[in-house]
């Protein structure tokens, strides 16, 4: 799986929208992009995927530029709920061998958001 | 729907026992993933399952070991407990092994081993 990049902290006001960067130069074409946040000592809760083209959900949208190298999390209208560490993880597409269920996981990127 | 559950939440074990964990996948998910997170080494892949079958190993001792029953259901086992096996133990279930079919992790298993 391709590698990921991301800041190791970031602030956010309540109310702001929160954008969270991730690096993935090295991204294969058939990689997908996936963000998982955890909010300290609970399990990892999906946020949201995509695979070359921008995503949105009800909990946040996912801009992938256009080479696909690098990639955003927005959250429109941050909350203090949503403090948390998010993970920015580049998955390959086509499941087989050692790809299997497998997420990668980095440091991740901490966000406070604070009121 | 329900989510993924674990159980037990939190367990204490001495060095050298073995302890057996348990994961409930959410309904009609087929694939199970197990992970280990600790403070040094973060997040970590240990196996996966799907139909019974382990299909995916992460670089962890022979300790590590797991299985998946016909109703989805898995377990993991960690025999022979050292003190750095004390971590969160996290499950994730997912509709299939697909990259494009998101994972759902439960709360994990605290475990520690003194």
């Known amino acids: 799986d391709a590698k990921t990049t991301q800041p190791t902290s970031m602030d956010c006001a309540e109310g702001r929208a929160a954008n969270l960067p991730c690096n993935h130069s090295?991204?294969?074409?058939?990689?997908?992009v996936y963000w998982y946040r955890q909010i300290h000592s609970q399990g990892p809760q999906y946020i949201i995927h995509?695979?070359?083209n921008n995503e949105t959900n009800e909990m946040a949208s996912l801009i992938i530029t256009e080479d696909r190298k690098s990639s955003t999390l927005i959250l429109p209208h941050a909350t203090l709920r949503d403090t948390a560490v998010y993970y920015c993880i580049v998955r390959v597409a086509n499941a087989g061998g050692t790809s299997y269920g497998k997420l990668t996981f980095g440091q991740g990127t901490i966000l406070t958001v604070h009121p | 729907k329900a989510g993924v559950t674990q159980t037990p939440r939190y367990l204490i074990k001495t060095r050298g026992q073995q302890v057996t964990l348990s994961c409930s996948p959410i309904s009609g998910h087929r694939s199970v993933s197990w992970y280990q997170q600790t403070p040094g080494q973060g997040l970590q892949f240990l196996f996966e399952y799907f139909s019974e079958t382990q299909r995916n190993k992460g670089n962890f001792p022979g300790r590590f070991s797991g299985r998946q029953f016909s109703n989805s259901r898995s377990e993991m086992n960690v025999s022979t407990l050292e003190l750095g096996d004390s971590a969160l133990y996290l499950c994730?279930?997912?509709?299939?092994?697909?990259?494009?079919?998101?994972?759902?992790f439960g709360p994990g298993t605290r475990l520690t081993v003194l």
């Open positions: 090295t991204i294969s074409g058939n990689e997908y």
């Open positions: 995509g695979l070359k």
């Open positions: 994730a279930s997912s509709l299939s092994s697909a990259p494009y079919n998101e994972q759902f």
